[in-house]
């Protein structure tokens, strides 16, 4: 087990033949209100999520906690209102206009020293609100976390252990398929929750929870099965990873 860094949890919902979005990678909105309400509650628990810039894309916005028992909850604990929020791109091509920028929650960005720059350059062409009365706030992130490998990709494991010195120690994952695969390989990953939910999306170019050039069947991640739920036509898997790289 890695040591020092949050404790992860991969929360997605995909059709019952494995795809978390269709051919065109539209926003996955095949799950019910049940899975819905099970996403906010994994949310709640959580100290921050962190998510793709593909995912942000997709879907424009991010889930907030809105369930007044899941509020109180972490008010009661002394949580903020909302987790934390992190996007993790290389580039940080990112849609300024996007609704994310103007939810009401903390938005970090982690990236590269050239994603930096990027978004960095973009920020300061942007129009601020006291001088465009239709824009209710600047898109901005708070903070911008830098952690690079030496190949110039982004250091997850870094990244996390930052992440715990700050006190964060449950981590959302909520995908995108790109980064679930490297998080596995990096054994980052400590448990999942996938809903199987009842239709069949196809085509080889649809995403799947685990992306990337996959894994040797005696490579292979082993998954340990906790809990099955099912809720109308839907199935609730909640998985721990048997074991992790150190």
């Not at 007044?68 to 929020?85: D, I, V």
């Not at 982690?110 to 600047?138: S, Y």
């Not at 398929?177 to 080889?204: H, K, R």
């Amino acid at each position: 087990m890695v040591q020092h860094r949050p404790h992860t949890t991969v929360v997605l919902a995909m059709s019952a033949d494995g795809k978390i979005a269709d051919f065109r990678r539209s926003p996955a909105r095949f799950g019910s209100k049940a899975d819905k309400a099970h996403l906010e509650t994994q949310i709640a628990a959580s100290d921050a999520v962190l998510f793709g810039a593909g995912t942000l894309r997709a879907y424009g916005t991010t889930l907030t906690v809105s369930h007044p028992t899941l509020l109180q909850h972490r008010l009661q604990e002394g949580k903020s209102a909302q987790p934390l929020h992190i996007v993790i791109t290389h580039s940080a091509n990112l849609n300024p206009e996007l609704h994310f920028f103007q939810q009401p929650i903390q938005r970090w960005l982690l990236t590269t020293t050239a994603g930096k720059l990027f978004w960095k350059r973009r920020e300061d062409q942007l129009p601020q609100p006291e001088t465009t009365p239709t824009l209710k706030c600047a898109a901005k992130f708070e903070q911008i976390l830098v952690f690079e490998t030496p190949t110039g990709k982004i250091d997850i494991l870094a990244a996390l252990k930052h992440l715990a010195y700050l006190h964060i120690t449950r981590l959302a994952i909520l995908g995108g398929g790109e980064l679930v695969a490297s998080m596995l390989e990096l054994g980052l990953i400590d448990e999942l929750w996938l809903t199987v939910c009842p239709l069949i999306l196809g085509g080889a170019s649809a995403p799947t929870p685990v992306q990337g050039e996959g894994f040797l069947a005696n490579l292979a991640p082993h998954l340990q099965l906790l809990e099955v739920r099912q809720v109308d036509q839907e199935v609730f898997l909640h998985y721990k990873l048997q074991q992790t790289v150190d």
